[in-house]
Every structure is written in C-alpha cells, then in structure tokens.
C-alpha cells in the first residue's frame, strides 16, 4: 500500500509561521494535494504540486521534492481561524486520491 | 467547482440495519469516491463508483458490506450493510471533474452515521 505520513498534531501562536511535512512513496506519484478540515467540515482545497518546487497561494505555500517523496504547507501570519486539520494527499498512477494521516494544527492567541 | 449534495446529512441506526446514502453532483462527472473518515482520523478511500461497471474496491473494503450503485454521472449510493458500532463514521463523497480543474477533488459534505 501507500503509506503517506504526517505529524499528529502540531501548535502555533497567532502571528508565527508553521510548516507541516508530508512524507510519501513515489512509486506510481501523479501530484500532491494539500487540503484544510475544519471540526465537523468536509475538507476544502488549498494547493496542488506536480512539479518539484514551491506553490505560494497568499499566506499558504506548498512545496514538493518528487525525488525525496517529501511535501511541506507553509501557514504564514497564522490567524486563530486557521486551526484546523491538514491533510496531505497524493494522487497515484490509477488515478486515486489517497489522504496521509492528517495534522491536527491549534493556533493559540 | 462541482457541488455536491449527500443525504441524509446524519443518521442514529440499530445495529443489523443498513442505510443508504446518496450522493448528487450538479454536474456531469466521470469518477466519485466514496470515503470514510472515522473520529479523529483522516479520510479512507472505500471505492472507486463507476458509471456503467461495477465499482472497484479498496483494501479492506468488499462488495457484500459497501454496496454501490452509479446509475448516470450525477448520481451515486452508497449502502452501509448490516451495520455495527464499528461502522459509526462520516461517509464522504467525492468527485474529480478532471484536469481542467487541476486535478483537484472536491467533496460533499458527509454524513455522519452513529451505530449503536
């Protein structure tokens, strides 16, 4: 199987910048997404990596090494509303979306 | 962007019932996944509906338990069979329009069964 993995949970202040890492098998790699969860939500997209380098999108930038298996979400100028679950995804060879194990992130004042 | 509606948006079941879950897109899309998110734990890819054929299936997940049906592009069920507390999870559905939309999946907003 695939096994994508990324922290458990991770905390922050308002204001601070946090990355969240995303590790993954290459073998069959078709792009990375990165999408957001709120408590109770269906997740919503934030970015999507084909090629190796960063995607910055506002606060939010999303970087891929395909040679590494190796994804980062970069959160800048955190907000409280950006507490939330980060989920890493990567999209294989038959055309299947599998989800990492999510990070929960808590932002605090 | 695809809207997606799914129904019921939460349900109380007894264990050794089923339900039924339906998914509805306001456009025409080729692939739907069904997915089940458990508390606190990220998304599990169930199965993969597909219009016209069978739908295809994950590890750990079987035909007997998860039935599906896919009757056009806009539709899709999915059934929880003889159901037990382990079932109690949020059922997600979700479809990928293609890469004019990069790729992107997009995701209904669950339902969210309790099995007791």
């Known amino acids: 199987g695939q096994n994508i993995d990324q922290p458990t949970e991770m905390t922050a202040t308002e204001g601070a910048i946090v990355q969240i890492n995303c590790t993954y098998q290459?073998?069959?790699?078709?792009?990375l997404f990165w999408y957001q969860q709120h408590a109770g939500e269906a997740p919503t997209f934030l970015s999507y990596?084909?090629?190796?380098g960063l995607e910055e999108k506002g606060r939010f930038s999303s970087f891929l090494s395909r040679s590494k298996g190796y994804s980062y979400l970069l959160l800048k100028e955190l907000q409280m509303k950006d507490s939330a679950s980060y989920l890493c995804?990567?999209?294989?060879?038959?055309?299947?979306?599998?989800f990492g194990t999510g990070t929960r992130l808590q932002v605090f004042p | 962007s695809a809207v997606i509606s799914q129904k019921p948006s939460r349900d109380i079941c007894q264990r050794g019932t089923s339900l039924t879950i339906q998914c509805q897109v306001d456009?025409?899309?080729?692939?739907m996944f069904w997915y089940r998110q458990q508390p606190g734990q990220s998304l599990t890819l169930i199965a993969t509906a597909n219009q016209g054929s069978e739908a295809t299936y994950e590890s750990g997940f079987v035909i007997d338990k998860f039935p599906i049906s896919r009757p056009n592009l806009t539709f899709s069920t999915l059934t929880v069979s003889n159901m037990s507390p382990e079932d109690s999870s949020i059922y997600l559905c979700?479809?990928?329009?293609?890469?004019?939309?990069?790729?992107?999946?997009?995701f209904g907003p669950g339902t969210r069964l309790t099995v007791l």
């Open positions: 456009s025409q899309v080729t692939m």
């Open positions: 990596n084909v090629l190796d």
């Open positions: 979700s479809v990928a329009p293609g890469l004019a939309f990069n790729n992107e999946q997009f």
């Open positions: 290459t073998s069959g790699f078709n792009g």
């Open positions: 995804a990567v999209f294989y060879n038959t055309d299947k979306l599998i």
